[in-house]
């Protein structure tokens, strides 16, 4: 028997709701439907969802049906406490200027943030694309730029294409501090603890990059049920309505098979999986892009002779959030000390961040 | 952040391609996509063109993404 999810009398958003998708039978892997495996609990592996399903309304319309569940999929939010320490001792440095996006910005650090960092006169640039990190380097000849990489596969390809920019043009002052990550390895980590998802929405533009290949594991290795969602409520459903059986399915029209060969071959080219920590996860092997040996000219890491560090504890909850523990409102801080105004944590930082789209939506 | 936006490609010209987003050109790397031509559409993310679509196609994505809001 196949059960609806969605009650047609229930005001869905789209038609799309109303067909009768998603059997928690399925779902479950299970022969039979059971209500009481309802809300059916999703893990959106993507900032970009975070926000969308809150902002929507898809949160509280599907409330009691659709459990949604915050995982790490943000880029900011993900990095360990101690590559944003590192990237502020860089920044700190008498002659560096560094570059990065727009969102590291405001990231509590040990003592400060980049921004406070900028305030006490360090040169920190933002910036759009990577390119412009070079662009940086070419007119500041006198001092050293270090871009610092914070993204996932989607980015990576980018950060490629900057570091043999500068390999060409010559540049003798320009750097990657590389804090770059890989989705997978971080999912399957969460699949391999105990958990009670029951499905996941993977990220849209991540998929573009890999191609659905890169995920198959959750549904041939765990038997869950996966869908690349683009970032419409509309996509959104549409991605939900194909997680009815244990298959690893694209509902993002921008995803291709085999992803973006291209990028994937520059990504290649320039970086080597290793292992790398995660905020909340500890470290995952294989999960960190970092420069191959060829390019340890460009690796801020050597050239800075970057030491590894212990993981500092700090009060912030974001580890729980990530691995989809506990939500955002179970943090004690949440609202009350930690706001976007003044962040404990980089879940509250980034607008992606699960603490900020649970803030900017509280209504 | 791995925010992206989608535009029409205007021109594309030794690598560099000029996209049209809602009206604001912007210029983009097209090595990611060397396929990239002038005519389909683009999706862009940070300053790198990642792929590429027919403009029928990707008419249809941009009406979805209008009717619920950019996020
Ligand atoms: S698009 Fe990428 S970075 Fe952006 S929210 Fe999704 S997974 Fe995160
Ligand atoms: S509310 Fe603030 S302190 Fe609590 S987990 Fe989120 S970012 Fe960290």
């Known amino acids: 028997m196949k059960r609806k999810i969605f009650n047609s009398q229930r005001p869905a958003t789209e038609a799309a709701a109303q067909r009768p998708f998603l059997s928690p039978s399925a779902l479950r892997g299970e022969g039979r439907a059971n209500s009481r495996n309802l809300p059916l609990n999703i893990m959106e592996v993507c900032g970009t969802h975070t926000n969308a399903i809150a902002k929507s309304g898809l949160k509280t319309l599907l409330a009691g049906r659709i459990n949604f569940i915050s995982g790490p999929g943000c880029p900011v939010c993900v990095s360990a406490q101690s590559d944003i320490d590192n990237m502020l001792a860089l920044a700190l440095k008498p002659g560096v200027i560094t570059a990065t996006f727009g969102d590291m910005l405001r990231v509590p650090g040990a003592k400060m943030s980049l921004k406070d960092a900028q305030t006490a006169g360090a040169d920190v640039r933002i910036i759009y694309s990577p390119l412009q990190a070079v662009d940086i380097a070419q007119k500041n000849p006198n001092k050293k730029i270090i871009f610092l990489a914070v993204g996932f596969e989607t980015t990576a390809p980018a950060a490629a294409a900057a570091v043999l920019a500068a390999r060409k043009l010559k540049l003798k002052n320009f750097y990657v501090y590389t804090a770059l990550k890989r989705v997978a390895p971080a999912v399957e980590l969460i699949l391999k603890e105990k958990n009670n998802i029951d499905g996941f929405l993977l990220p849209g533009n991540v998929s573009v990059i890999t191609g659905l290949k890169e995920f198959d594991f959750i549904s041939e290795k765990y038997a869950k049920p996966a869908a690349a969602a683009g970032f419409s409520a509309k996509e959104i459903l549409a991605a939900l309505a194909k997680l009815g059986k244990p298959k690893t399915q694209n509902a993002y029209a921008w995803v291709k098979a085999g992803g973006n060969k291209t990028a994937l071959r520059l990504t290649a080219k320039v970086f080597t999986p290793a292992a790398g920590s995660w905020r909340g996860f500890g470290k995952i092997e294989q999960s960190a892009l970092e420069l191959k040996e060829e390019f340890a000219a460009f690796d801020a890491k050597k050239v800075f002779k970057i030491r590894a560090q212990k993981e500092r504890k700090t009060k912030c909850r974001c580890a729980l959030i990530l691995k989809g523990k506990i939500p955002p409102q179970k943090c004690p801080y949440f609202a009350r000390v930690c706001t976007p105004q003044k962040p404990l944590g980089p879940c509250m930082v980034s607008q992606e961040g699960a603490c900020a789209a649970a803030y900017n939506n509280m209504g | ?71």
């Open chain 2, 1 to 71: 952040m791995c925010l992206s936006s989608v535009g029409k490609i205007i021109s594309v010209k030794n690598g560099r391609a000029l996209v049209d987003f809602n009206g604001v050109r912007k210029e983009v790397s097209a090595a990611l996509k060397p396929q990239a031509k002038k005519g389909l559409y683009a999706l862009v993310h940070a300053g790198f063109i990642i792929e590429i679509m027919a403009a029928k196609e990707a008419k249809k994505t941009i009406a979805d993404i209008n009717e619920t809001q950019n996020f």
